[in-house]
């Protein structure tokens, strides 16, 4: 049942507060982050914030009991029953509803929760379990992307830093694209190893085929991230610094572009190579104002891709080391802690 949430963006904002902290959070901080941002002082003191989230937490509620009225699941007498009501709040901590579903962030955290618990307990190291595998492919087939990225794009004015604070919804927009792209690594390790099975050379044609058949998919999801990983400057693991080492994302989306084309090129698909190189390169120079230059061991790799014409020479260059020692999500992640708390 569609429900209209009318013109004022701050509305959306919102609900979407309340869908990425499911555990509820404390009025003065959803006051703060959601109705204070960007305001300046005469008009962010709790009593103008307050009143700004009374109204339109009742403006949404008549919302909903119109979209009711008119699927004829209420009548003009009734009120909004109580089991409908799309906020609840209990000791100063405010929620969504137990009855609101987000259906598709609670996948996404659910598959890598699975991700997460097989990584800590070390079962990664040598190879993909197909548990994994499943949970990778679900968490990618439910992100329908960025976190509020039309409202970001809508409206850019909201969401800018303000007082050398970033807008709340940077975390959730980083946060998110963290556990896709991890997802599409997943995936593709999974694919590389099972064609590393097969032996090299593979003993039979049909060995042969369901090798580049494996590789070929591998090399679509690494694709696939090197793309994804840099596409706005709002993900605050993408960054250019002059004279510093580029952010998380720019080093991974390198290294997936890496061995995309290297396995592109095992399976003799220079095409592919240049279709992908030329995509990558205007994005970076666009996404960085012209400021990102690939990496020695990028350009190096990118013509042995492209001199490539036996199909299993190349897929050996690429090391067990390089393998199975991939970057540490871990210490990355501690990194990235230890910047912001810094």
Same mark, same amino acid.
């Given at each position: &049942?569609?429900?209209?949430?009318?013109?004022?963006?701050?509305?959306?904002?919102? !609900?979407?507060?309340? /869908?990425?902290?499911?555990?509820?959070?404390?009025?003065?901080?959803?006051?703060?982050?959601?109705?204070?941002?960007?305001?300046?002082?005469?008009?962010?003191? #709790?009593?103008?914030?307050?009143?700004?989230?009374?109204?339109?937490?009742?403006?949404?509620?008549?919302?909903?009991?119109?979209? +009711?009225?008119?699927?004829?699941? +209420?009548?003009?007498?009734?009120?909004?029953?109580?089991?409908?009501?799309?906020? /609840?709040?209990?000791?100063?901590?405010?929620?969504? *509803? =137990?009855?609101?579903?987000?259906?598709?962030?609670?996948?996404?955290? $659910?598959?890598?929760?699975?991700? &997460?618990?097989?990584?800590?307990?070390?079962?990664?190291?040598?190879?993909?379990?197909?548990?994994?595998?499943?949970?990778?492919?679900?968490?990618?087939?439910?992100?329908?992307?960025?976190?509020?990225?039309?409202?970001?794009?809508?409206?850019?004015?909201?969401?800018?830093?303000?007082?050398?604070?970033?807008?709340?919804?940077?975390?959730?927009?980083?946060?998110?694209?963290?556990? @896709?792209?991890?997802?599409?690594?997943?995936?593709?390790?999974?694919?590389?190893?099972?064609?590393?099975?097969?032996? =090299?050379?593979?003993?039979?044609?049909?060995? !042969?085929?369901?090798?580049?058949?494996?590789?070929?998919? /591998?090399?679509?999801?690494? #694709?696939?991230?090197?793309? $994804?990983?840099?596409?706005?400057?709002?993900?605050?693991?993408?960054?250019?610094?002059?004279?510093?080492?580029?952010?998380?994302?720019?080093? &991974?989306?390198?290294?997936?572009?890496?061995?995309?084309?290297? !396995?592109?090129?095992? +399976?003799?698909?220079?095409?592919?190579?240049?279709?992908?190189?030329?995509?990558?390169?205007?994005? &970076?120079?666009?996404?960085?104002?012209?400021?990102?230059?690939?990496?020695?061991?990028? +350009?190096?790799?990118?013509?042995?891709?492209?001199?490539?014409?036996?199909? @299993?020479?190349?897929?050996?260059?690429?090391?067990?080391?390089?393998?199975?020692?991939?970057?540490?999500?871990?210490?990355? *992640?501690?990194?990235?802690?230890? =910047?912001?708390?810094?």
């Amino acid at each position: &049942m569609p429900v209209s949430l009318g013109t004022y963006p701050k509305r959306q904002e919102l !609900l979407a507060y309340l /869908a990425w902290n499911r555990q509820g959070v404390p009025r003065d901080q959803l006051l703060e982050e959601v109705f204070g941002h960007g305001q300046p002082d005469e008009e962010a003191h #709790a009593q103008k914030l307050g009143e700004r989230f009374d109204s339109h937490r009742k403006i949404l509620r008549r919302r909903v009991r119109e979209a +009711l009225i008119l699927q004829g699941l +209420l009548t003009e007498r009734e009120a909004l029953p109580a089991a409908l009501d799309p906020f /609840a709040s209990e000791g100063g901590i405010w929620r969504l *509803a =137990s009855g609101c579903q987000v259906i598709d962030l609670e996948v996404i955290q $659910g598959s890598y929760a699975v991700l &997460m618990k097989m990584r800590k307990e070390g079962l990664l190291v040598q190879e993909v379990p197909r548990e994994v595998v499943r949970a990778c492919e679900e968490l990618v087939a439910a992100y329908r992307g960025d976190f509020l990225a039309s409202y970001i794009q809508r409206y850019p004015e909201l969401v800018q830093p303000w007082e050398g604070r970033s807008s709340w919804i940077r975390k959730p927009f980083t946060q998110g694209r963290d556990w @896709y792209l991890e997802a599409l690594w997943w995936l593709g390790e999974a694919a590389w190893r099972e064609g590393l099975t097969f032996g =090299s050379p593979p003993p039979s044609e049909l060995a !042969l085929r369901q090798q580049r058949q494996a590789f070929a998919r /591998a090399a679509q999801r690494y #694709a696939d991230y090197a793309l $994804g990983a840099c596409t706005t400057r709002f993900d605050s693991k993408v960054s250019f610094g002059p004279g510093s080492e580029p952010g998380e994302r720019v080093l &991974m989306s390198e290294r997936a572009l890496r061995r995309a084309v290297l !396995l592109w090129g095992s +399976l003799g698909q220079t095409g592919q190579v240049d279709q992908l190189w030329r995509a990558y390169w205007s994005q &970076m120079r666009k996404v960085s104002d012209r400021r990102w230059e690939p990496r020695r061991e990028t +350009l190096a790799d990118l013509e042995t891709a492209r001199a490539q014409t036996n199909a @299993y020479r190349l897929a050996l260059q690429l090391s067990q080391q390089e393998a199975f020692n991939l970057f540490s999500w871990s210490s990355l *992640a501690e990194k990235s802690q230890g =910047s912001e708390q810094s």
